[in-house]
């Protein structure tokens, strides 16, 4: 009988550890399956059902996003790019190739600073050209994630929206 304590707390301790281990690496990876907070604050026209899947793999990131297309079917400048089934990022700091989303050609710039991935954006569409920047920041605890969006127009249209996620 008394082995059987010293080989459970031998199994037990490696495990915690490990478990520790991984706690740690998520939380400095945005990587992973993200849901609108139901708890914070959230703008009108924001995507319905959003939910954000962010796959890492060095300095390449993949955004994969499903929602619910907006009744009028129309999306609003200020999320291009957010409501994209999918978006490839580079976080080398170089200009991008152009994706096509939707009718606009896009281009993006981004690069990390600490817990906060930062991208620059233009999109074009018959001439019209659209620019926004993204702030994705990740809490201490790798737990939850803030989308600060900001977007304006050749037209002179100016928007901003602050779009909270949990991981789910």
């Not at 400095?28 to 708890?39: E, I, Y």
């Amino acid at each position: 009988m008394r082995l059987v304590k010293p080989i459970r707390l031998l199994f037990t301790i490696p495990f915690i550890i490990l478990s520790l281990a991984g706690a740690t690496e998520k939380a400095d990876s945005f990587a992973g399956k993200w849901v609108l907070d139901k708890q914070s604050p959230r703008p009108g026209d924001a995507p319905n059902d959003l939910e954000t899947k962010i796959k890492q793999d060095g300095s390449e990131l993949t955004i994969e996003s499903t929602f619910k297309e907006p009744d009028n079917a129309v999306i609003p400048l200020l999320y291009l790019g957010v409501m994209a089934e999918k978006v490839r990022l580079n976080t080398d700091g170089q200009e991008q190739q152009s994706q096509q989303i939707g009718p606009f050609t896009t281009v993006f710039k981004t690069s990390m600073d600490g817990n906060k991935l930062l991208t620059d954006w233009t999109a074009q569409v018959k001439g019209d050209q659209v620019e926004g920047h993204w702030i994705h920041t990740l809490s201490d605890d790798g737990k939850h994630m803030t989308l600060e969006i900001k977007e304006s127009s050749t037209h002179t249209q100016h928007a901003e929206a602050t779009l909270y996620f949990v991981r789910k």
